[in-house]
C-alpha cells in the first residue's frame, strides 16, 4: 500500500491549499482516509477524516468550515481543501489509511498505512 500526499505550499494567512494523498495498493472502498499534521515540538494530531464507502466525514473543530475532506473513486484519490488559512495551521500534513472504529478515526492508532508527509506553511 502506496500514499502519495501533494499540495502543500508556503501562503499567506487567509489564503487557501488543496492537498492531494494518492492511494494505490489496494482496495480502499471498505476504508478511512485520514489527514492529520504535526507542527514542531507538536504531537502529531487529527485534522479531517472521510469513510470512503460512506462519504462519511469528521473534522478537528479547529479547521471545521474551513478545510473540506473529499475524495474522487476514479481516481482512488483524496484531497483537503483548505481554506482561510491561520499561521496555526502550519505544519506538515499527512495522510492516513486504516480502518478505525468509533473515535478511533480520530486517532493515529486508527489508521495503518501513512504516507510521506507534505509541508504547509502559512506566513503572517
Known amino acids: 500500500v502506496q500514499l502519495q500526499a501533494s499540495g502543500g505550499g508556503l501562503v499567506q494567512v487567509g489564503g487557501s491549499l488543496r492537498l492531494s494523498c494518492a492511494a494505490s495498493?489496494?482496495?480502499?472502498?471498505?476504508?478511512?482516509m485520514g489527514w492529520f499534521r504535526q507542527a514542531p515540538g507538536k504531537e502529531r494530531e487529527f485534522v479531517a477524516a472521510?469513510?470512503?464507502?460512506?462519504?462519511?466525514?469528521y473534522y478537528e473543530d479547529s479547521v471545521k468550515g474551513r478545510f473540506t475532506i473529499s475524495r474522487d473513486n476514479a481516481k482512488n484519490t483524496v484531497y483537503m481543501q483548505m481554506r482561510s488559512l491561520k499561521p496555526e495551521d502550519t505544519a506538515v500534513y499527512y495522510c492516513?489509511?486504516?480502518?478505525?472504529?468509533?473515535?478511533?478515526?480520530?486517532?493515529?492508532?486508527?489508521?495503518?498505512?501513512w504516507g510521506q508527509g507534505t509541508q504547509v506553511t502559512v506566513s503572517s
Open positions: 492516513a489509511a486504516g480502518s478505525p472504529t468509533g473515535r478511533g478515526a480520530r486517532a493515529t492508532h486508527g489508521y495503518d498505512y
Open positions: 472521510l469513510k470512503w464507502s460512506s462519504g462519511i466525514t
Open positions: 495498493g489496494r482496495t480502499f472502498s471498505n476504508y478511512a
